[in-house]
T-cell receptor, first 113, second 113 residues
Framework: AQSVAQPEDQVNVAEGNPLTVKCTYSVSGNPYLFWYVQYPNRGLQFLLKYITGDNLVKGSYGFEAEFNKSQTSFHLKKPSALVSDSALYFCAVRDTGGFKTIFGAGTRLFVKA | ETGVTQTPRHLVMGMTNKKSLKCEQHLGHNAMYWYKQSAKKPLELMFV???????ENNSVPSRFSPECPNSSHLFLHLHTLQPEDSALYLCASSQDSGRETQYFGPGTRLLVL
């Protein structure tokens, strides 16, 4: 069965510093991996996805994620954090056989000015 | 604005009431989803519809009844809910491929008294 884990409930970063939000996954076949962000009182917004190809995926708002098959990880990164990046971040893995997406529990990112 | 709208945005109901949540997507997608988001819990997939047919029912209690009259509209009918059903209910849509990104509505914040 597919699963995804976000080991950190919260990440605190100073503005201007690099940030990393961690995600590990477990799938039986080739993974389809996603990152979504949720701002207060809003639905989830798509940031980026990995389907195949280059292990480094670039997404919206300067975010990127690196797919690491040997470590079964898909960490979200940004070289320089902004206060406006403060939000709830979800990693997700897609069921390759159907329409079921499994979401992680979410990591709350606080960027301090 | 993601192209997915939900009404109402907020709903307070008693345990004996009957109400409905509405979702509409303007993206030409063929798959639609209901999710439940509770505090401190992972996002829970409730139902999936593909080309108006229900393809996933994630062991949801019968007091939640989905309806998908066409590919653009999705309803969630609520009756005799419990206080623990209070949550943010999110609707999403995607193309009919398993690799496609989901687009989320802003959600309906439900409070059951």
């Amino acid at each position: 069965a597919q699963s995804v884990a976000q080991p950190e409930d919260q990440v605190n970063v100073a503005e201007g510093n690099p940030l990393t939000v961690k995600c590990t996954y477990s799938v039986s076949g080739n993974p389809y991996l996603f990152w979504y962000v949720q701002y207060p009182n809003r639905g989830l917004q798509f940031l980026l996805k990995y389907i195949t190809g280059d292990n480094l995926v670039k997404g919206s708002y300067g975010f990127e994620a690196e797919f690491n098959k040997s470590q079964t990880s898909f960490h979200l990164k940004k070289p320089s954090a902004l206060v406006s990046d403060s939000a709830l971040y979800f990693c997700a893995v897609r069921d390759t056989g159907g329409f079921k997406t499994i979401f992680g529990a979410g990591t709350r990112l606080f960027v301090k000015a | 604005e993601t192209g997915v709208t939900q009404t109402p945005r907020h709903l307070v109901m008693g345990m004996t009431n009957k109400k409905s949540l509405k979702c509409e997507q303007h993206l030409g997608h063929n798959a639609m989803y209901w999710y439940k988001q509770s505090a401190k819990k992972p996002l829970e997939l409730m139902f999936v519809y593909n080309f108006k047919e229900q393809t996933e029912n994630n062991s949801v209690p019968s007091r939640f009844s989905p309806e998908c009259p066409n590919s653009s509209h999705l309803f969630l009918h609520l009756h005799t809910l419990q206080p623990e059903d209070s949550a943010l209910y999110l609707c999403a849509s995607s193309q009919d491929s398993g690799r496609e990104t989901q687009y989320f509505g802003p959600g309906t914040r439900l409070l059951v008294l």
